[in-house]
């Protein structure tokens, strides 16, 4: 089965600065890779998803980039500000089937005023 | 907006208890996921359902089942509750089609076994 990992488990920037979470995953026909984040007492939410076909997607401050051959994954957010604090989760669905997702096992990202 | 709702934010149970963790969403969705969260572990699924009545096992389904009887509503069962299935749980519910993966979760509940 799937396999993803995701790198750093926390993560600390000043304001403004950039902060950069990245993922890896396993099995070479997945296609499609989410990144949720999840704010204190709730559920997670998705922020932004990329498919196999583009290397990259931007939405405003956030971007995703993702490099196939290398199985590997990105979550970049810049300007950052108090309330991109939160946990961060990426996935991969690798059966679109039953569109089940693998998650990692997150990044608790703190934004320091 | 899609709502996601769960039974209760915050469960306390006892050691071989039964317990029942419900889950409704109101948009007409396919698919219906139950997740268990731990802390350095992430989000484990631990039974999905695709169509009422139907039901696969995720990673984890040991100690678990699962009730689909009506399109809205997904139910997770614990036979007899252990300490170790002290937990954060969490609902997901998805379109099931290809123009959308996206899963909107529940605000989750915490059991405690003791």
């Known amino acids: 089965g799937e396999n993803v990992e995701q790198h750093p488990s926390t993560l600390s920037v000043q304001e403004g600065d950039s902060a950069v979470i990245k993922c890896t995953y396993s099995d070479s026909a997945s296609n499609y890779f989410p990144w949720y984040k999840q704010e204190l007492g709730k559920g997670p939410q998705l922020i932004i998803d990329?498919?196999?076909?583009?290397g990259e997607k931007k939405d405003q401050r956030i971007a995703v980039t993702l490099n196939k051959t290398a199985k590997h994954f990105s979550l970049h957010i810049t300007e950052t500000q108090p309330e991109d604090s939160a946990v961060y989760f990426c996935a991969a669905i690798s059966n679109f089937g039953n569109e089940k997702l693998t998650f990692g096992t997150g990044t608790r990202l703190t934004i320091i005023p | 907006d899609v709502k996601v709702t769960q039974s209760s934010r915050y469960l306390v149970k006892r050691t071989g208890e039964k317990v029942f963790l419900e889950c409704v969403q109101d948009m007409d969705h396919e698919n219906m996921f139950w997740y268990r969260q731990d802390p350095g572990l992430g989000l484990r699924l631990i039974y999905f359902?695709?169509?009422?009545?139907?039901?696969e096992k995720g990673d984890i389904p040991e100690g678990y089942s699962v009730s689909r009887e009506k399109k809205e509503r997904f139910s997770l069962i614990l036979e007899s509750a252990s300490t170790n299935q002290t937990s954060m749980y969490l609902c997901?519910?998805?379109?099931?089609?290809?123009?959308?993966?996206?899963?909107?979760f529940g605000p989750g509940t915490r059991l405690t076994v003791t």
């Open positions: 359902s695709y169509d009422v009545k139907m039901k």
């Open positions: 990329i498919r196999s076909n583009v």
């Open positions: 997901a519910s998805s379109f099931g089609t290809s123009a959308s993966y996206e899963q909107y």
